[in-house]
């Protein structure tokens, strides 16, 4: 099974700050990949995937992701955070070798403070 | 409405006790699963079905058990087998168990023992 690392635990940053969440994985296999959010008490939201084309993908909420192969990341950034962007973040990655099943890293806890 | 209903939204259970969660989608989706998550740990699949009368072992299934009578039901049982039982427990579905489908979550359940 994939080994998803989210190199950072908690991430504090001041509103209207840039934030960047990094994300790394084990296989460089054909992958596919996600980032799903967790606000207190609730279940996870996709904000983004990647399964294939641009390494770019953008997602709800001024979200963006990059995917690079070489380094096998996939690393979550916004150019501007709100007081209510304070959550869990998670990384998730599937691959055919594990059926597809999903693989998720520990988490982010956001904390955006005015 | 679609989505995935969970209940209840706290549950507590006894030493010894065998214990339910409810898990139900409208979404048409044939594929459910069940995550254990756990402070600092991410999510853990439990168990997950692909179709109605099948379901296969997550990688901790030990202590627990499920059915999958119905597209639209996935239960969980917590039996008095798993000796450490208090987490969060989410359920998901997606349309099939594919390379390029989208896990959605419900929104948890929390279970704590008295």
């Known amino acids: 099974a994939q080994s998803v690392t989210q190199l950072d635990s908690q991430v504090p940053v001041f509103e209207e700050a840039p934030v960047e969440l990094r994300c790394n994985y084990s296989?460089?296999?054909?992958?596919?990949l996600f980032w799903y959010v967790q606000y207190p008490n609730q279940g996870l939201q996709l904000l983004l995937k990647?399964?294939?084309?641009?390494?770019l993908v953008k997602g709800i909420n001024g979200f963006e992701a990059e995917f690079n192969k070489s380094q096998t990341s996939f690393h979550l950034r916004k150019p501007s955070v709100h007081i209510s962007d304070t959550a869990e973040y998670f990384c998730?990655?599937?691959?055919?070798?594990?059926?597809?099943?999903?693989?998720f890293g520990a988490g982010t806890t956001v904390t955006v403070r005015a | 409405d679609g989505g995935i209903t969970q209940s209840p939204k706290y549950l507590f259970r006894k030493e010894g006790q065998n214990v339910t969660l409810s898990c139900e989608q409208n979404?048409?989706?044939?594929?459910m699963y069940w995550y254990r998550q756990d402070p600092g740990q991410g999510l853990r699949l439990i168990y997950y079905?692909?179709?109605?009368?099948?379901?296969q072992k997550g990688d901790i299934a030990e202590g627990y058990s499920v059915s999958r009578e119905k597209k639209e039901s996935f239960p969980l049982t917590v039996t008095s087998a798993q000796k450490n039982p208090t987490a969060f427990y989410l359920c998901?579905?997606?349309?099939?168990?594919?390379?390029?489908?989208?896990?959605?979550f419900g929104p948890g359940t929390r279970l704590l023992v008295l």
């Open positions: 998901a579905s997606s349309v099939t168990q594919g390379r390029q489908e989208t896990q959605y």
């Open positions: 296989s460089s296999v054909s992958v596919y």
């Open positions: 990647y399964l294939s084309g641009s390494t």
């Open positions: 998730a990655v599937s691959d055919r070798f594990n059926d597809y099943k999903l693989s």
């Open positions: 979404l048409n989706h044939d594929a």
């Open positions: 079905s692909q179709i109605v009368n099948d379901f």
